[in-house]
């Protein structure tokens, strides 16, 4: 299987598989740009999960299909029946798991293109008949983006441009009114051992708000994990951040991030939304390489402690492991200090001319 050199005419319908998570879909707008914009003939239909659904369902152009993974087969037989008798030219199967994988087979698509060979995984190949081209080093973002490539065009500019609305505008207006430096603090991963101890994310927010006199508030889901994480960092402060979690839509999040100054958080999805409506992220990395996985168009804020990781639990340097190799080891996040942190949002206020005066 081989990629297409060019696409001798615009296909009259395609079709994205790309369930999860959160930020891997904010990725994946990007590509839905370029395609509009080099073939804003065709048709678009996007497989996307159903939480991922209430952030880009309203994304313009785009036909969504939901998969609710959590109603198992159910699931399965929705997205098969409303599929059904449909044919599209293109398929860009986005997604190597098994389950999507299976999926993948309710889409009727003469060209099926797919993750190269040292991207896949669970019998992907099978599931496609043309590849992406292989590279080592990509952003996730840029990875995305190559889908295009094998139809003839090239991914040129990253453009977001994520639909938020004006009643989530005016609830992130409502709990953070005026233009005070706000740092909001997103703590969790959905990848538990992403997660920094809730103790140093206390001391980094008492420094933002003590000593740099900013505004902070914390966000997170209502799961009930994200609100006894919460709580453990509140526990900890002797300031008073603001507690929104468990308060907001995905939407108001993302209204909420674009009001913020900085944001802090791990490798996980509110990271790839801030950036994706232009906040600067402090990325905490220790179990991921931000290079890869980090907010893709500014990293200067991020505290990378990856290839520490790398040398303590695999005896050897980042460089050496394979590209996207996971570090999700217990304490991993324990190679990050308070003091790193507080370094970076003392350079940040420096620079931005944001600190108490």
């Known amino acids: 299987m081989t990629p297409r050199s060019e696409q001798s005419s615009p296909p009259a319908s395609l079709c994205i598989l790309r369930t999860s998570a959160i930020g891997d879909v904010t990725h994946v707008v990007p590509l839905v740009h370029t395609l509009q914009a080099a073939w804003p003939q065709t048709r678009l239909t996007w497989i996307i999960g159903k939480l991922e659904h209430r952030l880009l369902g309203d994304l313009p152009g785009v036909e969504f299909i ?12 929705e997205v098969r029946r409303q599929l059904e008798g449909r044919r599209f030219d293109v398929l860009l199967h986005m997604q190597v798991a098994l389950r999507s994988n299976l999926l993948s087979l309710a889409v009727k698509a003469p060209l099926r293109i797919g993750y190269d060979r040292a991207r896949s995984k669970d019998l992907h190949g099978l599931f496609v008949n043309c590849r992406i081209p292989a590279r080592v080093g990509d952003h996730v973002l840029d990875a995305m983006g190559s889908f295009v490539e094998p139809l003839g065009l090239k991914q040129t500019r990253v453009r977001w441009d994520l639909p938020i609305g004006d009643a989530a505008r005016e609830f992130a207006q409502r709990h953070l009114p005026g233009d005070a430096p706000t740092l909001i603090v997103c703590p969790v991963s959905s990848h538990r051992l992403r997660n920094w101890r809730p103790e140093r994310y206390a001391a980094a927010i008492d420094h933002a708000a ?28 002797q300031s008073r951040p603001l507690d929104l979690i468990g308060k907001d839509t995905l939407k108001q999040l993302l209204a909420l991030l674009e009001r913020a100054t900085l944001v802090l958080c791990p490798d996980s999805g509110p990271m ?3 950036n ?3 906040t ?19 990293r200067q804020w991020c505290v990378d402690r990856y290839d520490a990781a790398a040398r303590k639990f695999r005896r050897k340097p980042a460089e050496a492991l394979a590209w996207g190799t996971k570090l999700e080891y217990p304490d991993v996040m324990d190679l990050i200090r308070v003091d790193d942190v507080i370094e970076q949002l003392d350079r940040f206020a420096a620079l931005h001319d944001l600190a108490s005066r």
């Open 66 to 77: 939901v998969f609710d993974k959590g109603s198992g087969r159910h699931g399965h037989r």
């Open 210 to 237: 003590l000593r740099l006199g900013w505004r902070v508030a914390l966000c997170g889901g209502p799961s009930a994990f994200e609100r006894e994480f919460g709580d453990a960092v509140l526990a900890h402060t």
């Open 272 to 274: 790839h939304m801030a």
């Open 276 to 278: 994706a409506v232009g």
């Open 280 to 298: 600067p992220v402090l990325g905490l990395h220790a179990a991921s390489n931000p290079a890869r996985s980090g907010p893709y168009s500014d």
